[in-house]
């Protein structure tokens, strides 16, 4: 292929494409550049493996630390298991790629990206999603695209394309927006509660400069000579499709319009359809019937053509009847019911939140600063989370059984989503100082599971006592779309996820919106669409929320009692060297007397930690006493640690020393100090002098009686 470079530029900022140059044995590869970042991507195709019943596609996105000029950290010291921001960003790229390739496309499909270089100012995950679309179709790969990604940012009250980490960390949102030809193929929010209209304002901003990306990719295909590839589906014969049809057409209709099933129920049901009038009789056909032979021919036809029969009529009884499988309107939430407290204290706080059969339980641990996440290895910015969500999904929420494995993508994209949903409204580190830690465990699934999460988290961290500034639900919406035919779901359940054109995600408090995630199953909608989606959910948030704050209206004022304690102090940050002390000695002997924690950072802010308040009392009276600025004059309660001719050392304070000259032991003549003093006695002493070395000069000498009781009484502090 012929070297070509293209540049597209809008608001003052700059896409580079560069093809022909890198990973020439790859189907396709193109190096997309802005700033200093540069991401290398490729995509590659292998032909079908037998069996195959889906589309193959994986896509892996990879960042080297090279590229940001540094060497990993660990005993191997090089890149190893991918950081989640890693993770989060192949699904980024995977979520608006997928369902622009022919649905009976079964090759083997891998995108690989690669960021080679950053800038640590230019995000590369938009650049890897629009170099992906680039890559497949270099690679000459049936794709309904060209497809493009932009990041939109908010400043005051303009909005920016694809911000820098900076813009993003000071603006009100952070907006990814993919499009086709077609229109919105995918989103991906987070904001700080804004109104609706200003993120459907943000989604049309983003598209209008993803279409110039997607004109680029034209022009730039069609400079290399390159047509679009448009394979036609392989034929598909209708004789088993007809005769599911006609067998079990008018049963499973009749199970779709059962409304007081429950997911089991109906799923039982329409199984029994499947294998007592259509494989039952399949089976007792002639061996050479065509149908038979069409069954026979792939061990999973029977399932797939039932599955669509079942898909075309869920859909057709939404669109022409305006009911769904549970007899719901489409406006329509489903019971919601919550729980908190129900889970000992020793859990720092706990919420179950109940959707239908969806059932998440959430609990809250409250820890110090030094258990917030460091964030070492990977290329972007921010180098700890202080607020962790973290989602599971065991199988027995959906009634399997499998073995259960570390978390996967999709565990790792929900915890996501509803961590960004619920930062918005977290309190400031200043005020409220805790490392907070959400789990969030699915113990029951049939839809919406991550926006029943956002909603048992508000519910569990109100019952820990954070100090939320506003609590936060979500609702999922779904699409049926036939031709200009279009209805808008609220709440979708399984079947409506699974058999529907897509699953959008809203969260927010009553003020706007925190978080949105919409996945598409085609090829692309108007914003008009989505607009209408974004304000259905709006009534079903509040109405969940409703029914939140019915069971708690707002943060408990108490932590639980097996929270730690965490006070805060301000020190000079030159001062911090005296409370380590050498090897880390003082700190640990605090430790170890008061039984606190102690996390030190750069700028002089000290946490003191530990469950007995009393405790990290203690502990902070000790670290006061030992940056206190000195003056001429200070009375203190000492003890002497060491002797020699001319003096006494006493330690006055922790990690304080003084020493007291053998003229100022008495106010009469003292022979020897030994006959005054012994390691280990208590003294009442003074600050005599500072000399300009720092040595402390004490006295006992001249101490009125009140500045010793005073003295006394202060060190007398726990």
């Given at each position: 292929?012929?070297?070509?470079?293209?540049s597209i530029s809008f608001d003052g900022r700059d896409i580079r494409l560069k093809v022909g140059t890198?990973?020439?044995?790859?189907?396709?590869?193109?190096?997309?550049?802005?700033?200093?970042?540069?991401?290398?991507?490729?995509?590659?195709?292998?032909?079908?493996?037998?069996?195959?019943?889906?589309?193959?596609?994986?896509?892996?996105?990879?960042?080297?630390?090279?590229?940001?000029?540094?060497?990993?950290?660990?005993?191997?010291?090089?890149?190893?298991?991918?950081?989640?921001?890693?993770?989060?960003?192949?699904?980024?790229?995977?979520?608006?790629?997928?369902?622009?390739?022919?649905?009976?496309?079964?090759?083997?499909?891998?995108?690989?990206?690669?960021?080679?270089?950053?800038?640590?100012?230019?995000?590369?995950?938009?650049?890897?999603?629009?170099?992906?679309?680039?890559?497949?179709?270099?690679?000459?790969?049936?794709?309904?695209?060209?497809?493009?990604?932009?990041?939109?940012?908010?400043?005051?009250?303009?909005?920016?394309?694809?911000?820098?980490?900076?813009?993003?960390?000071?603006?009100?949102?952070?907006?990814?927006?993919?499009?086709?030809?077609?229109?919105?193929?995918?989103?991906?929010?987070?904001?700080?509660?804004?109104?609706?209209?200003?993120?459907?304002?943000?989604?049309?901003?983003?598209?209008?400069?993803?279409?110039?990306?997607?004109?680029?990719?034209?022009?730039?295909?069609?400079?290399?000579?390159?047509?679009?590839?448009?394979?036609?589906?392989?034929?598909?014969?209708?004789?088993?499709?007809?005769?599911?049809?006609?067998?079990?057409?008018?049963?499973?209709?009749?199970?779709?319009?059962?409304?007081?099933?429950?997911?089991?129920?109906?799923?039982?049901?329409?199984?029994?359809?499947?294998?007592?009038?259509?494989?039952?009789?399949?089976?007792?056909?002639?061996?050479?019937?065509?149908?038979?032979?069409?069954?026979?021919?792939?061990?999973?036809?029977?399932?797939?053509?039932?599955?669509?029969?079942?898909?075309?009529?869920?859909?057709?009884?939404?669109?022409?009847?305006?009911?769904?499988?549970?007899?719901?309107?489409?406006?329509?939430?489903?019971?919601?019911?919550?729980?908190?407290?129900?889970?000992?204290?020793?859990?720092?706080?706990?919420?179950?939140?109940?959707?239908?059969?969806?059932?998440?339980?959430?609990?809250?641990?409250?820890?110090?600063?030094?258990?917030?996440?460091?964030?070492?290895?990977?290329?972007?910015?921010?180098?700890?989370?202080?607020?962790?969500?973290?989602?599971?999904?065991?199988?027995?929420?959906?009634?399997?059984?499998?073995?259960?494995?570390?978390?996967?993508?999709?565990?790792?994209?929900?915890?996501?989503?509803?961590?960004?949903?619920?930062?918005?409204?977290?309190?400031?580190?200043?005020?409220?100082?805790?490392?907070?830690?959400?789990?969030?465990?699915?113990?029951?699934?049939?839809?919406?599971?991550?926006?029943?999460?956002?909603?048992?988290?508000?519910?569990?961290?109100?019952?820990?006592?954070?100090?939320?500034?506003?609590?936060?639900?979500?609702?999922?919406?779904?699409?049926?779309?036939?031709?200009?035919?279009?209805?808008?779901?609220?709440?979708?359940?399984?079947?409506?996820?699974?058999?529907?054109?897509?699953?959008?995600?809203?969260?927010?408090?009553?003020?706007?919106?925190?978080?949105?995630?919409?996945?598409?199953?085609?090829?692309?909608?108007?914003?008009?669409?989505?607009?209408?989606?974004?304000?259905?959910?709006?009534?079903?948030?509040?109405?969940?929320?409703?029914?939140?704050?019915?069971?708690?209206?707002?943060?408990?004022?108490?932590?639980?009692?097996?929270?730690?304690?965490?006070?805060?102090?301000?020190?000079?940050?030159?001062?911090?060297?005296?409370?380590?002390?050498?090897?880390?000695?003082?700190?640990?002997?605090?430790?170890?007397?008061?039984?606190?924690?102690?996390?030190?950072?750069?700028?002089?802010?000290?946490?003191?930690?530990?469950?007995?308040?009393?405790?990290?009392?203690?502990?902070?009276?000790?670290?006061?006493?030992?940056?206190?600025?000195?003056?001429?004059?200070?009375?203190?309660?000492?003890?002497?640690?060491?002797?020699?001719?001319?003096?006494?050392?006493?330690?006055?304070?922790?990690?304080?020393?003084?020493?007291?000259?053998?003229?100022?032991?008495?106010?009469?003549?003292?022979?020897?100090?030994?006959?005054?003093?012994?390691?280990?006695?208590?003294?009442?002493?003074?600050?005599?002098?500072?000399?300009?070395?720092?040595?402390?000069?004490?006295?006992?000498?001249?101490?009125?009686?009140?500045?010793?009781?005073?003295?006394?009484?202060?060190?007398?502090?726990?």
């Amino acid at each position: 292929m012929k070297e070509l470079n293209k540049s597209i530029s809008f608001d003052g900022r700059d896409i580079r494409l560069k093809v022909g140059t890198f990973a020439p044995q790859a189907g396709g590869a193109v190096l997309i550049e802005s700033g200093d970042t540069a991401v290398l991507v490729t995509a590659t195709r292998a032909a079908a493996r037998e069996g195959i019943d889906f589309l193959p596609l994986l896509v892996d996105y990879e960042e080297r630390l090279y590229a940001a000029g540094r060497i990993p950290g660990g005993f191997l010291r090089r890149e190893g298991r991918p950081p989640e921001k890693v993770i989060l960003t192949s699904r980024l790229i995977d979520r608006p790629l997928r369902p622009l390739f022919p649905q009976w496309l079964r090759d083997d499909i891998q995108i690989v990206a690669t960021t080679l270089s950053m800038d640590e100012l230019v995000p590369p995950d938009v650049l890897a999603v629009t170099g992906a679309s680039v890559a497949v179709l270099l690679a000459k790969i049936p794709f309904n695209g060209p497809m493009a990604a932009v990041r939109v940012g908010l400043l005051g009250d303009d909005f920016i394309i694809n911000p820098t980490y900076g813009e993003i960390e000071k603006g009100d949102l952070d907006l990814v927006v993919a499009g086709s030809p077609d229109g919105v193929v995918m989103v991906e929010a987070g904001a700080n509660q804004l109104p609706e209209r200003d993120i459907i304002e943000a989604i049309e901003f983003g598209y209008e400069a993803a279409s110039d990306l997607i004109r680029a990719q034209q022009e730039l295909i069609a400079d290399l000579g390159i047509e679009l590839v448009h394979e036609e589906a392989p034929p598909v014969d209708p004789t088993l499709e007809n005769f599911i049809r006609e067998r079990a057409g008018e049963p499973v209709k009749g199970i779709l319009a059962e409304f007081e099933l429950d997911k089991n129920a109906r799923d039982a049901a329409l199984d029994e359809i499947k294998e007592t009038l259509v494989a039952a009789a399949i089976a007792e056909m002639p061996e050479d019937d065509p149908i038979r032979a069409a069954a026979a021919a792939n061990g999973k036809a029977v399932d797939n053509v039932f599955k669509d029969v079942t898909k075309k009529l869920m859909r057709r009884q939404i669109l022409e009847d305006g009911v769904r499988v549970d007899g719901r309107r489409l406006d329509e939430v489903r019971p919601v019911s919550c729980l908190v407290s129900l889970l000992p204290k020793r859990v720092h706080g706990s919420g179950l939140f109940n959707r239908g059969q969806t059932q998440v339980l959430s609990a809250v641990t409250l820890g110090t600063p030094g258990d917030a996440q460091e964030l070492a290895d990977d290329l972007h910015p921010e180098d700890e989370k202080r607020y962790l969500h973290h989602y599971n999904f065991p199988p027995f929420s959906v009634g399997e059984t499998k073995p259960l494995r570390a978390p996967g993508r999709r565990e790792i994209g929900h915890g996501a989503l509803a961590e960004r949903a619920i930062v918005p409204v977290l309190p400031p580190q200043e005020e409220f100082p805790y490392v907070i830690r959400v789990v969030s465990e699915v113990l029951s699934s049939n839809g919406s599971t991550s926006m029943g999460s956002v909603c048992g988290s508000t519910l569990a961290l109100m019952d820990a006592g954070v100090p939320i500034s506003k609590p936060v639900s979500g609702a999922a919406m779904g699409l049926i779309k036939e031709g200009d035919e279009v209805r808008i779901l609220t709440d979708i359940q399984g079947i409506e996820d699974f058999l529907g054109d897509m699953d959008f995600k809203v969260a927010g408090t009553d003020t706007g919106v925190t978080a949105l995630q919409m996945d598409m199953k085609i090829t692309g909608l108007p914003v008009e669409i989505i607009a209408k989606a974004v304000h259905q959910a709006k009534p079903a948030r509040a109405h969940i929320l409703e029914k939140m704050l019915g069971t708690i209206s707002k943060p408990r004022a108490e932590l639980s009692p097996f929270a730690p304690r965490l006070l805060t102090i301000k020190i000079d940050p030159d001062m911090i060297g005296t409370i380590i002390g050498p090897g880390g000695k003082t700190i640990k002997g605090i430790t170890e007397e008061t039984g606190a924690k102690i996390d030190i950072e750069d700028d002089g802010t000290v946490t003191i930690s530990a469950i007995d308040a009393e405790k990290a009392k203690r502990a902070r009276t000790i670290i006061q006493n030992m940056t206190r600025k000195l003056s001429a004059g200070d009375v203190y309660v000492g003890r002497v640690t060491r002797i020699i001719p001319i003096g006494a050392f006493v330690e006055f304070l922790p990690g304080k020393e003084g020493m007291i000259h053998i003229s100022q032991i008495a106010d009469y003549r003292v022979g020897k100090v030994e006959d005054e003093l012994s390691v280990g006695d208590e003294v009442i002493v003074k600050v005599r002098e500072i000399d300009p070395k720092g040595r402390i000069n004490l006295t006992r000498l001249g101490i009125h009686p009140d500045e010793a009781a005073a003295a006394k009484a202060a060190a007398a502090v726990k």
